[in-house]
């Protein structure tokens, strides 16, 4: 109790400085607990909408890759023993194009998206369809179709009245037959036709991609040998009981979970910095109190315990703080998004964040760690200050000369041992060398110090030639070597994510805009309403091809099909190509291989160009046999190249031929469409007939390819733009830690500064000495800052490069600039409140400090 009364005393006496130091540990824990309060929340939403979605019955069996199967599998299903009813469907999203209802573009629609949903007969007696009005879908019935009084009402239609829909037949117009009671579970609004039905209009002959069952047996375990009964019938391709794979949006939220867990990482490891350097200097200001502790018969482990509870409490608190903080930021993001969900996806969205336990254990364990790790060096350090030391006064650190420490010796090895990581060429090994490269530099960084100060030192003394204050800085700084030196690491560590990340977003712009320019390079492009991800569009039968092709004026249209499936366990898109058509309009960028090879082996049999994402995940070379799951079972290919196009870049994705792909998937709809016109044709004598083809298919938007180029180098700009902003926040950490090293620099000079100003030392002078010292650490800062963060951006993108984002390195020049300017401007904000505090102080008083 003595020691927390202590403690708590010493923290209310020192208010800014334990502000600051809270400061850190509240930033760090901030962002690592409301990213993973926030996006666990909208997992939980989107997978509680597909369970729902699912109508409650006993069993779901889709295909592993998510597509259609032969509907003749219904049988196997249906005649296990246990299965009471079994029925199929065939439902698939319609992507809507922009006010394809109102025409009116000063309004949103309130449907961006439908379902069409085809049933067999069987479903009426797994499902209760409530109708309002008119009557039910019948398996005779053709152009007709079974609404919900909700979408009905939205778009003014009764029975009977014709509902316009985008198909890969083309438009087609439906008759309502009848209306459903409104649609309660999430998702989006259902029309229901028959099976056969749906069948044509998505031009998928005898196909069904759900099997629902209810089954006869209620014990566990019968039902588990049911389970496992239909497994056998169907094959190790299905999946029986539970959501299917493949989720691109649940994947790519998972990442940005990761990746703002790892920006908060870093935050929290430079509050460490701060932290850790707070300590070490209230141990050298509190000699004389340790010393009076000591002698009244304080042990060893009383001085410890004393230390480490002032970051127990700082710690407490700054976790305390952050976790409200960060549980508030996913409260108002989840309030925000809640009823944009509900308008567009019918999906609810609880603005209470889904908060587990396990979390909440590991960001106290995190923020508290952080704190008692940092504090504990200096602890013991303070524990073994004997009495009699303790009582005599402060003197300077001693410097060493030239001779090597033991620290400086190990740095060097660990940046021997981080540049040689980089030749393995294994992504573990170059993480490992990053966080090498880093505590190398900060263990070398002492001995680094007067070299670098003496360069700033040289600058600054022109500056303040007249007053000397510049030299008087640099000495400030060689008296306390060790001090400045963690104090410039925490500095390093913000400005070398700034520089690396620069360094990254250079490379990967360059990178995307070469891929770009590379594969999207037609005269016109006709594109789904989602790219990329392909299996929620609705395309288009050959038909609307062949039509374009015999067009006047038009030289080549080439097309893509998509499929789903597994490559060497891992789930992956399929694309299918032209393997003639599609180089004259478009191409890869090859990694491995040629395109003028692999496009030629493509047209000849089971060959397959894999982008770089699956084959690194994979191991596949050029060369090699892999098996691709199809709905008919398993199909080998040969792997004839390794590259990519730009609309794939982050999607595990295959090519093949599209008579491959219509032979092991049964693959014929196309769903995206590249043109060129003949040369010297004039553009304003085709596009009208172009324009008149595609007034069939409006689920596809025409775009020239100039003009879709440009759209993406401007949207990939802007993207980066929030990152530059995040890479801003990274900055504010080091200036703490710098407000924070001056302040205690002063309290520890507070009889130094007192002699100064006694022997006629101006208060000018004094705060331009603490300007000028805060500057030179800044520089020094920002010189390691530049070093680490150049290294550590090369690495970053080479490890893109064996992740399967192959992107050549660019320096960041200005990124280089940019932490120049923002180390320098913050070491002179973070003098302001020091500067001040050092010239106020009054002679007398000063000199009596002890």
Do not use: C
């Amino acid at each position: 109790m003595s020691t927390l009364i202590i403690a708590s005393r010493y923290l209310l006496g020192r208010k800014l400085r334990t502000f600051l130091t809270t400061l850190a540990i509240v930033f760090g824990v901030f962002v690592i607990f409301g990213m993973n309060t926030l996006v666990p929340t909208m997992i939980d939403a989107f997978l509680s909408s597909a369970m729902t979605a699912s109508g409650q019955v006993d069993m779901t069996i889709t295909h592993k890759t998510s597509d259609a199967f032969q509907a003749r599998l219904l049988d196997k299903v249906a005649r296990v023993d246990g299965v009471r009813i079994a029925a199929g469907y065939l439902n698939r999203t319609l992507n809507l194009p922009q006010d394809y209802f109102d025409h009116d573009i000063s309004t949103p629609d309130e449907f961006t998206a439908l379902t069409l949903v085809g049933i067999d007969d069987s479903a009426e007696r797994l499902h209760s369809y409530r109708v309002t009005e008119g009557r039910f879908i019948r398996q005779s019935d053709e152009n007709s179709a079974v609404i919900t009084t909700t979408l009905a009402d939205a778009l003014h239609l009764r029975v009977n009245d014709k509902l316009k829909l985008p198909t890969a037949v083309g438009t087609v117009k439906l008759t309502i037959v009848g209306l459903l009671s409104a649609r309660a579970m999430p998702g989006n609004e259902e029309v229901i036709v028959s099976l056969a039905e749906a069948q044509k209009l998505l031009n998928q002959p005898d196909q069904i991609n759900t099997i629902e069952a209810n089954l006869s047996v209620t014990d566990p375990a019968a039902r588990a040998a049911v389970e496992a009964a239909i497994g056998a019938q169907l094959g190790r391709n299905f999946k029986v009981g539970g959501l299917a794979s493949g989720s691109e949006l649940l994947g790519n939220m998972a990442v940005a979970q990761i990746a703002m867990s790892m920006f908060g990482v870093f935050a929290l490891l430079m509050g460490g910095f701060i932290i850790f350097n707070t300590f070490r200097t209230i141990v050298a200001e509190r000699r004389h109190d340790i010393g009076v502790l000591r002698s009244l018969g304080a042990s060893r482990g009383m001085i410890i315990s004393l230390i480490l509870m002032e970051g127990l409490l700082q710690g407490l608190v700054g976790t305390a703080i952050g976790m409200a903080l960060g549980y508030g930021l996913a409260v108002m993001v989840l309030t925000l998004l809640a009823p944009v969900y509900q308008s567009f996806i019918h999906l609810t969205v609880s603005s209470t964040p889904n908060v587990q336990p396990e979390l909440v254990i590991v960001t106290m364990l995190v923020g508290l760690g952080v704190t008692l790790v940092a504090g504990l060096l200096p602890a013991m350090s303070a524990s073994r200050v004997t009495p009699l030391e303790a009582l005599r006064p402060t003197v300077a650190e001693i410097r060493s000369g030239r001779k090597l420490t033991f620290g400086v010796i190990a740095g060097a090895v660990l940046i021997v041992a981080a540049l040689a990581a980089l030749l393995t060429n294994n992504i573990g090994a170059a993480g490992i060398g990053v966080m090498l490269f880093l505590v190398g530099l900060i263990l070398i960084s002492p001995a680094l110090l007067d070299p670098v100060a003496k360069v700033f030192g040289a600058l600054i003394a022109v500056a303040f030639a007249r007053q000397g204050t510049g030299s008087i800085a640099q000495a400030n700084l060689s008296r306390q070597p060790s001090r400045a030196a963690i104090t410039a690491s925490a500095t390093m560590i913000g400005l070398a994510i700034i520089v690396a990340m620069v360094g990254v977003m250079n490379s990967l712009e360059a990178g995307f805009m070469n891929v770009l320019r590379t594969s999207l390079g037609s005269d016109y492009l006709m594109l789904p309403p989602a790219l990329a991800l392909w299996g929620s569009n609705v395309g288009a039968d050959p038909l609307m091809a062949e039509r374009l092709q015999n067009l006047p004026g038009v030289d080549v249209v080439s097309t893509l099909r998509v499929a789903s499936s597994e490559i060497g366990g891992k789930s992956a898109t399929v694309l299918g190509i032209d393997p003639i058509n599609y180089p004259k309009v478009s191409s890869l960028a090859f990694h491995s291989g040629d395109a003028k090879t692999a496009f030629g082996l493509l047209g000849q049999g089971r060959a397959v160009i894999l982008n770089g994402i699956i084959a690194t995940q994979t191991g596949l070379e050029v060369g090699d046999k892999v098996r691709l799951t199809t709905p008919l079972g398993s199909a080998t290919y040969t792997v004839v190249g390794i590259g990519g196009d730009y609309l794939n870049a982050k999607l595990p994705t295959a090519y093949v031929s599209q008579a491959s792909l219509q032979k092991d998937f049964n693959k014929t709809e196309d769903v995206f469409v590249q043109l060129n016109l003949r040369p010297g044709v004039p553009v304003e004598s085709v596009e009208p007939r172009i324009i008149s083809v595609m007034a069939d298919y409006p689920q596809f938007k025409l775009v020239s390819g100039r003009v879709f180029y440009e759209e993406n180098k401007l949207l990939l700009e802007q993207s980066f733009i929030g990152v530059r902003a995040l890479m801003g926040v990274l900055a504010v950490p080091s200036l703490i830690a710098m407000i924070n090293t001056l302040a205690i620099a002063v309290i520890e000079r507070t009889r130094e500064i007192g002699m100064l100003r006694a022997t006629g030392a101006t208060r000018r002078q004094i705060s331009q000495t603490i300007l000028a010292e805060a500057i030179l650490l800044a520089g020094v800062g920002t010189a390691l800052g530049v070093a680490g963060g150049s290294y550590l951006g090369y690495v970053l993108v080479t490890a893109m490069a064996w992740a399967g984002y192959p992107t050549a390195y660019y320096f960041p020049l200005e990124g280089v600039i940019a932490a120049i300017v923002a180390g320098l401007v913050f070491g002179g904000l973070a003098a302001i409140i020091p500067a001040r505090q050092a010239a106020r102080l009054e002679i007398v008083r000063a000199l009596q400090y002890e």
